[in-house]
């Protein structure tokens, strides 16, 4: 195999791998959008929309404060621990 036909092969690849990806893309938007014309059609679509701003929120609360948070350095709890430790033997 040449250095071209190996090119061309993975060209191909990954244009077949957009396209694929690119057909999935439009049949989940075309599935969520039958799904929220569902959902307007309900009676309790106000409750539901509150209800789902309110699990909405609490996952991105989840994923701000796993993400976001910065654990404190190892050394500073270490230090933090000895302190106590020095503090508790003094009194």
Known sequence: MTRETGRRGLDEQA???AAGLADLAVSTLGTAVGTVRGLLRRSDAGAL???AEHDLTARGRLVLDR?????PAHLETLARHALARRTADHD
Do not use: K, Q
């Open 15 to 17: 244009v077949l791998l």
């Open 49 to 51: 929309a509150a209800e």
């Open 67 to 71: 993400y976001a948070t910065v654990p």
